[in-house]
């Protein structure tokens, strides 16, 4: 299938709602299901990766109900404990998913399967996999060791401490934090590597607004996480998704026109707001409004070139990529050697997609170089399965002829209408 971007001719502001945060959604429904009791989670995300996390915490016992139109999700929890001690579950190409209960079934007693797409078989999981074993996890590889499928378990008899790399993911981090009151001990995280620390802040968080407070150590980069730690079941609602927000924030300097995401606050548990400072960077004026923030772009409508470092929100690097070449000076985009682990090589994607539109790139030390073009050419968009890079490439089909994305909807999993919400917001 190809979606045939429209340019837009008459450029209107934009006021738009997207759905909610992926991220907070996937952690949410893990300290759930670790509560005692029931929790109802509000304004949840409904997506291909939510609906395999959904389905796995069904599948391991939990009492999950679910009401796709209010956007609701009712959690009953079991303080720690899985309702059945074997199940097979099916994790796609989820990655919050994959590692999260990967952590979970490794610290419990039971024995328990887990399944991945072909994409997901292919990330990175050694890391996490090798602390688990660390902690007393037996696991069975079907296939490849350190990849999926494998079957996962744990005899309880826990270490203490454990180290974690973070270089790869930081959800290996999240996913050990999350789960580890299943131990009921004393236990410590020993931590080396610093990509995507802004979202282990958001786990922390979250974890503390559900009644666990981690301990933390900065002079030796650890985690502790107290013998009688405990999640309390809340009502809990989920903020809008800043990582879906960005590509309409993104659309203000690109149309020359105001951009508002309803909901969206400075104050997020989302290390991606951080991308509005690039945007002000690059000319425009960001309010934080009493019902979300605005952009507003650049008053001589020129976008500024720079250099900024997406180390700790690089999901925004396709974004910042899609409209590098609309600007004024060349755009550096440092810190994300690490995104050609992702669902896909997103560097390869991002150079591939950018040299098909006639732009200039190259690579620097742990990142690109875009040039300003003179013209975008019309050109395929290849998506490689991936959501960021078709969400992403379909901005600069707003601003000349002749883009197509080519199979756009592997952004169902994230946002299954972005491109519905796109048309509503734009045209």
């Not at 995300?45 to 939990?62: E, K, P, Q, T, V």
């Not at 309409?248 to 606050?265: E, I, T």
């Not at 900024?308 to 994300?336: K, M, R």
Request: proline share 4%; net charge negative.
């Amino acid at each position: 299938m190809i979606y045939k971007v429209k340019k837009v001719n008459y450029p209107h502001d934009i006021v738009t709602s997207v759905p909610g945060s992926k991220s907070i959604t996937n952690r949410a429904l893990l300290i759930a299901a670790l509560a005692s009791g029931r929790s109802v989670l509000k304004g949840c995300l409904f997506s291909d990766d939510s609906r395999h996390f959904i389905d796995a915490l069904i599948r391991l016992g939990f009492p999950v109900l679910v009401d796709e139109d209010k956007r609701k999700i009712t959690i009953t929890g079991f303080g720690g404990r899985i309702p059945k001690n074997e199940a097979e579950i099916d994790v796609g190409s989820a990655g919050t998913a994959a590692r999260f209960l990967t952590a979970l079934l490794g610290l419990s007693k039971g024995r328990y399967h887990i399944v991945s797409s072909e994409q997901m078989k292919k990330r990175p999981m050694k890391d996490l996999l090798v602390s688990l074993e660390k902690l007393g996890a037996h696991i069975e590889y079907d296939e490849n060791e350190y990849h999926f499928p494998f079957t996962i378990g744990n005899t309880g008899e826990y270490a203490d401490t454990v180290d974690i790399n973070v270089d790869k993911s930081s959800q290996f981090l999240s996913a050990l934090l999350i789960s580890a009151i299943v131990m009921e001990k004393n236990f410590t995280i020993n931590v080396t590597g610093t990509h995507g620390m802004a979202y282990v802040e958001m786990t922390r968080l979250m974890m503390k607004q559900f009644g666990l407070d981690v301990m933390q150590d900065k002079k030796n980069n650890s985690f502790i996480i107290p013998k009688k730690a405990a999640y309390e079941s809340l009502d809990y609602d989920i903020e809008p998704d800043v990582s879906a927000a960005c590509y309409f924030y993104a659309m203000s300097p690109l149309l020359h026109v105001k951009s508002k995401v309803m909901g969206v606050h400075q104050n997020s548990l989302q290390g991606d707001v951080a991308f509005l400072d690039v945007l002000a960077d690059m000319g425009c004026t960001i309010s934080d409004e009493a019902d979300g923030i605005v952009c507003m772009p650049p008053k001589n409508a020129h976008i500024h070139g720079g250099s900024w470092d997406l180390s700790t929100f690089s999901d925004q690097a396709l974004t910042l990529a899609a409209i590098a070449p609309f600007a004024n000076a060349p755009v550096g985009i440092e810190g994300i050697s690490h995104i050609r682990l992702q669902e896909c090589d997103r560097i390869n994607a991002i150079e591939e997609n950018l040299t098909e539109l006639g732009v200039r790139v190259e690579e620097i030390e742990n990142g690109l170089k875009i040039y300003p073009a003179e013209r975008i050419k019309p050109c395929k968009i290849k998506t490689y399965d991936d959501h960021r890079v078709a969400m992403s490439f379909t901005l600069p089909g707003l601003k000349a002829e002749g883009v197509e994305i080519i199979d756009p909807y592997c952004c169902r999993k994230t946002f299954e209408n972005f491109y519905e919400v796109l048309e509503e917001s734009v045209y």
